[in-house]
């Protein structure tokens, strides 16, 4: 059964001179053994887990049905239209890796790997970017592509296939070609393919075979008094012809059965850290991912939240070597960080959201420190006022419609013009277009025919929480921020104590009408005359300001039948001195109706649900409860109703248009 090379060095590890030198030995390939298991470690963080937002290094299952398989992604090459410096990035979910640098050429070749976990209900949609490198300070991005990895469930295994990358900016030409392979492995070929590779490490001779000397120096290794207990049993079981030698395949199998039956493994052997014995699925996914040998390529380096972020050049690396700028995703970030990620619910992703680093300074400045506030107060608001109404009538102004080509620019993949509803040439003003309309049926609506069901209000960053503490815990850090401010003395504004609180957050890129989360009657809409401080996290993170409390803001009650009455606030902001509504008291709405819109700049809208009466999906509330802010669409679901319904009358909605 086995072969005389591993028999005969087994022999050899048997015998003893008396004078101990078989220990040293022994202690010597213990000591070997654990140098290269801790070889793949610098593979694995770019940096500590905590800091970056992550709360494990890897992530976890639910239930042992959420599990669609390990997938080995290799970015194997690429053909360009020129030479350069070329590096390639993957994204997906809460993770983002990136090769290294090749030479110059027009066809880079990388062959770089990194293994994901598949989720049948999480993130499967890989982006791959391709950036040049040839500068200081950052690199420029060339080309990208989205691949479903749920694809590669169906192919034959290490599938490699050819996609076509793209111009990230309109129209999206194609920039050049892309080679990428990969394999899935289903969860009981994961555990067999860890068991396997982990027992390669003591097959000194890679003849496949292994003694029971050899297979005793792993298990002594793990530190676990049950695995050397075990050892004996588990490699008699394999031996079936009791030549002390047996197959690596072999042993994997029974090593595989026997972690999910009772661990030998408590503590990763790679990365040291702690292992539920009680989680047994994820403990094996977790060291099947640190184990990240593969076949050899090379492994890409991780640990960065985005594809931006991956790739700036050695002028970033400087800065936040020196502590100039952070770069974080969770708590405080939008204060202290110099960009700000956010996760996009429909690419289940982290994004980078595009801010000039001039603005972030100036409104660090202000914003951040009692200082600032003191010059706002002496004079800077009234200034704001008017510079935010200079440029309102700059942006109505025809002249204005010649910087519609350069915004489109800054924003060339946040921006998708195939949804909007008219043609560039039919805006005459930039705020023509800043409020520019969709394409009906551009935005779903969650649901249509249940009331019950309530959907978000903008195209915008989203933060939720079932209680204002959690919010001023989680985010808002002016320390008078109070419902009873947000609301003022809009009747009825009593009846939200103690309820939710929905915060929609606009950027300038963003589609700018806002609509109704839920359907109902329109009982009062009341003006709020007030501030125009930026709604930028750097600001509402700030304890020195009161951004939500002070702005101008508009507040509207809304009478439901599922939710009670539910309070909607279109707060003002910088550049923003005007909110417009196409809706009015007393009007009927059905939730996805159109109910306004903000002129230019960016801005909120705030939805307060009475308490106990809506249960916000869990994904949002999870998010928020890491201090980081999730990118969602108009219609996409918010919550639903957790009360009993109340008799309201509404009118024959059936021929209502939705938008």
């Not at 009906?440 to 649901?447: F, S």
């Not at 980081?628 to 059936?654: A, C, F």
Request: proline share 3%; hydrophobic share 35%; charged share 25%.
């Amino acid at each position: 059964m086995g072969q005389g090379s591993s028999k005969s060095s087994s022999s050899s590890d048997d015998s003893t001179n008396g004078d101990g030198s078989n220990s040293k030995s022994c202690t010597s390939r213990r000591e070997r053994i654990k140098k290269k298991l801790s070889l793949h470690r610098h593979l694995h963080r770019h940096g500590d887990p905590k800091k970056n937002g992550y709360r494990s290094q890897h992530p976890k299952l639910s239930s042992l049905e959420d599990f669609a398989g390990i997938a080995l992604v290799t970015i194997v090459s690429a053909e360009m239209r020129f030479k350069d410096k070329w590096l390639a990035c993957i994204s997906i979910g809460e993770q983002t890796f990136r090769t290294e640098i090749s030479q110059q050429t027009m066809r880079p070749q990388w062959n770089s790997e990194k293994k994901f976990l598949l989720e049948r209900n999480g993130p499967h949609v890989a982006k791959v970017t391709v950036f040049e490198t040839n500068r200081l300070s950052k690199n420029h991005l060339i080309g990208y592509c989205e691949v479903d990895l749920f694809d590669f469930l169906s192919r034959d295994s290490d599938s490699g296939i050819e996609v076509k990358l793209l111009d990230p900016s309109p129209p999206n030409g194609e920039v050049g070609n892309i080679y990428l392979s990969c394999s899935i492995e289903d969860p009981t070929e994961t555990e067999k393919s860890f068991a396997r590779r982990i027992l390669s490490i003591v097959d000194y001779n890679g003849d496949g075979q292994l003694s029971f000397n050899e297979f005793s120096e792993l298990i002594n290794v793990f530190g676990n008094q049950h695995a050397e207990k075990k050892k004996a049993e588990l490699f008699n079981a394999a031996d079936e012809n009791g030549d002390g030698v047996v197959s690596i395949d072999e042993l994997a199998t029974l090593l595989a059965v026997q972690q999910e039956k009772e661990p030998l493994i408590n503590n990763c052997p790679v990365c040291g850290e702690f292992l539920e014995v009680s989680d047994k699925l994820n403990s094996m996914i977790h060291m099947s991912l640190c184990f990240d040998e593969g076949t050899g390529n090379q492994i890409m380096t991780g640990g960065f939240l985005t594809d931006k972020q991956a790739s700036y050049g050695w002028m970033f690396k400087l800065s936040e070597w020196a502590h100039v700028s952070s770069y974080d995703a969770g708590l405080n970030s939008g204060s202290n960080a110099s960009h700000i990620v956010v996760f996009d619910r429909k690419k289940k992703r982290l994004v980078e959201e595009i801010i000039d680093g001039k603005i972030v300074l100036s409104m660090r400045a202000i914003y951040q420190s009692k200082v600032g506030l003191g010059i706002m107060d002496k004079g800077a608001k009234e200034l704001l006022q008017s510079i935010s109404e200079r440029q309102g009538k700059k942006m109505n102004s025809p002249e204005s419609a010649k910087d519609i080509p350069a915004f489109l620019k800054i924003f060339k993949d946040q921006i998708n013009m195939d949804e909007v509803k008219y043609p560039l040439p039919h805006f005459k003003t930039f705020n023509e277009f800043f409020i520019r309309e969709l394409k009906p049926g551009a935005r779903p609506v969650a649901y249509a025919g249940r009331d019950d069901v309530a959907v978000c209000a903008a195209d915008c960053r989203l933060m939720a929480f079932n209680t204002v503490e959690e919010s001023q815990r989680f985010w808002i850090k002016g320390k008078k921020f109070s419902l009873s401010g947000l609301l003022g003395n809009t009747h009825g504004s009593d009846t939200f104590n103690g309820g939710t609180l929905v915060i929609f957050r606009l950027a300038p890129q963003d589609y700018h009408r806002f609509h109704f989360p839920v359907s109902g009657k329109i009982e009062h809409i009341v003006n709020i005359p007030g501030c125009l401080y930026t709604v930028n996290p750097i600001a509402v993170n700030s304890k020195y300001c009161n951004v939500f409390t002070e702005n101008k803001r508009a507040v509207s009650i809304i009478s439901t039948a599922d939710f009670g009455k539910v309070a909607f606030v279109a707060i003002g902001a910088t550049m923003v001195g005007s909110i417009e509504f196409t809706k009015k008291k007393g009007d009927y709405v059905q939730k996805g109706d159109e109910f306004g819109y903000f002129l230019f700049g960016g801005s909120t809208v705030i939805c307060v649900f009475e308490k106990n009466s809506i249960a916000i999906d869990e994904d949002l509330l999870a998010y928020s409860a890491r201090s980081i802010e999730t990118l969602v669409s108009v219609g996409m679901q918010l919550g639903m109703s957790v009360r009993k319904r109340t008799e309201l009358l509404l009118p024959d909605i059936n021929n209502i248009r939705m938008f």
